[in-house]
């Protein structure tokens, strides 16, 4: 008798894989963590082997997890690619999409790119702001996904990834020895500025803000003037080309969580579930 897996339950199954609990999946795919329990318990009676052992406080797949991951993911590309070529001419309304100013900018605009060419009846309003700022519209109603570090929000998220901050000067005109430092960067609230004084001041290194800007490109066009040094992510580096370079004998720096936040309700859409899942499979970082 021919036994056919459940795609529900493989769905769980690698959301429980990639974000190491139940309570992670449980966001990612929509379900509460009883249900998520529940479909992998009823996954490993089809398949009749243990799926998962705890490790610390992580989930992690046995060895016929592992086996399975592969040919799961591979099911599941191949079951959204038939229900996106059966649907890619019927996805149609607007998806409101927030993206922080400069986490990932070129691959996002290559998303979006993709997306409205295969998706022509779609529609979707893009806001750049800082993270703070996309939460805050998320939370008034006022958009629908948004791509952020992540913040202080009860908004259900999924994780792309840890993204390091890095201080950035111009390479043809070194500023490391200057006193104080002199720096450049966006106006408040702005989680690199924080960090950058943060461990400036630890260190006991003076410095002295010389541009303040509500406009990443402002700060683009100061560090490329050799003006000051900032703290931003390695996209900021590619998009001066090579005007810039990352400095290193700066106190260290840390890593900021890249956040896919969602509202609940469009992403039973199925033009916001569409994007969402563009997004997670394209903007992993790392």
């Given at each position: 008798m ?21 309570a ?30 705890k ?28 229900l996106?070529?059966?649907t ?28 409205t ?5 779609a ?8 993270s ?7 939370e008034?109603?006022?958009l629908?996904?948004?791509i ?31 006193c ?12 690199f ?55 290193d ?21 199925r ?16």
């Amino acid at each position: 008798m021919n036994r056919t897996l459940s795609i529900d339950f493989l769905r769980t199954f690698v959301a429980i894989a990639d974000g190491g609990t139940f309570a992670a999946a449980a966001e990612r795919v929509g379900r509460t963590v009883s249900a998520v329990s529940l479909q992998i318990d009823r996954l490993e009676e089809q398949v009749g082997r243990a799926l998962f052992q705890k490790s610390g406080r992580r989930m992690e797949p046995t060895s016929a997890g592992q086996q399975l991951l592969d040919h799961a993911r591979t099911i599941l590309a191949a079951n959204d690619a038939a229900l996106s070529a059966m649907t890619s001419d019927r996805l149609s309304g607007t998806v409101r999409l927030g993206v922080l100013h400069d986490a990932l900018e070129a691959a996002a605009a290559t998303v979006l790119a993709d997306f409205t060419m295969a998706h022509p009846q779609a529609r979707i309003e893009v806001v750049v702001d800082t993270s703070q700022a996309l939460i805050d519209a998320m939370e008034a109603g006022k958009l629908d996904q948004a791509i952020a570090f992540q913040v202080n929000t009860r908004l259900p998220r999924d994780t792309l990834g840890l993204v390091p901050m890095r201080w950035i000067g111009n390479r043809q005109r070194s500023l490391i020895d200057e006193c104080p430092l002199p720096l450049v960067m966006l106006e408040e609230p702005c989680a690199f500025r924080r960090a950058a004084l943060a461990a400036l001041d630890e260190a006991g290194l003076p410095w002295r803000i010389v541009l303040v800007s509500a406009s990443l490109a402002a700060v683009r066009a100061a560090v490329g003037a050799g003006l000051g040094i900032t703290v931003r992510t390695a996209e900021f580096i590619q998009s001066l080309g090579g005007g810039a370079h990352e400095i290193d004998r700066l106190p260290k720096l840390p890593q900021k969580q890249l956040c896919l936040y969602r509202r609940v309700p469009v992403i039973t859409s199925r033009t916001g579930s569409a994007l969402h899942r563009e997004c997670l499979e394209k903007l992993k970082v790392g």
